[in-house]
């Protein structure tokens, strides 16, 4: 079974940047698409980004131009660039991976908080 690890989070002021990454046991060239989710207490898990096979993009509206998602097939890596954060932005963010063979694995999160 592969395994996820997020890292990166952090306390970060309005209109700052932070850099997620998401770390594989093993290679993620199988995967059929990676993906960042956050959940902020209280509410529902959201997607913020997805990177599918060709590298094809999606983001959610809220995040467009602000979030930039990516990975390094070499270091087994996923990461979101995130720039011009808000107070919105804070949640635990979590990497997935779908596979065709064990459905969607995830990561234990890591925590994004935006304050002053």
């Known amino acids: 079974q592969v395994q996820l690890v997020e890292s990166g989070g952090g306390l970060v002021q309005p209109g700052g940047s932070l850099r997620l990454s998401c770390a594989a046991s093993r290679s993620i060239l199988r995967f059929n698409s990676m993906t960042w989710y956050r959940q902020a207490p209280g509410k529902e898990r959201e997607l913020v980004a997805t990177l599918t096979t060709g590298d094809s993009t999606k983001y959610a509206d809220s995040v467009k131009g602000r979030f930039t998602i990516s990975r390094d097939n070499a270091k087994n890596r996923l990461y979101l660039q995130m720039t011009s954060l808000k107070p919105e932005d804070t949640a635990v963010y979590y990497c997935?991976?779908?596979?065709?063979?064990?459905?969607?694995?995830w990561g234990q999160g890591t925590q994004v908080t935006v304050s002053s």
């Open positions: 997935n991976a779908a596979t065709d063979w064990s459905g969607d694995l």
